[in-house]
Nanobody
Framework: QVQLVESGGGLVQAGGSLRLSCAAS????????LGWFRQAPGKQRGLVAT???????DYADSVKGRFTISRDHAKNAVYLQMNSLKPEDTAVYYC?????????WGQGTQVTVSS
């Protein structure tokens, strides 16, 4: 019923920037974006940034001041602006949303930051 597709990942040098997008399709009625997560090789998936239904945002300590989560209801999308990227930011990034039928995850987009 609902599909989430992340895009915008790629290879960037340390100190660079990327903007990730997550677009929802299908039955998006009642869909609420929860945030962004990431999973690095050999590590568990962890929280990067969250956004509430009221638009309140929060971030993992490791990305505070560098990443910004935002949403565009008209475009059914959520974004993650990533600045001052570090090699430790290298991971597959996933968006997460909550709908009437449950939780949805995107397929992930690879972000690689070279030193």
């Amino acid at each position: 019923q609902v599909q989430l597709v992340e895009s915008g990942g790629g290879l960037v040098q340390a100190g660079g920037s990327l903007r990730l997008s997550c677009a929802a399709s299908g039955n998006i009625f009642g869909l609420h974006y929860l945030g962004w997560f990431r999973q690095a090789p050999g590590k568990q998936r962890g929280l990067v940034a969250t956004i509430t239904s009221g638009g309140v945002t929060d971030y993992a300590d490791s990305v505070k001041g560098r990443f910004t989560i935002s949403r565009d209801h008209a475009k059914n999308a959520v974004y993650l602006q990533m600045n001052s990227l570090k090699p430790e930011d290298t991971a597959v990034y996933y968006c997460k949303a909550l709908g009437p039928m449950g939780v949805y995850w995107g397929q992930g987009t690879q972000v690689t930051v070279s030193s």
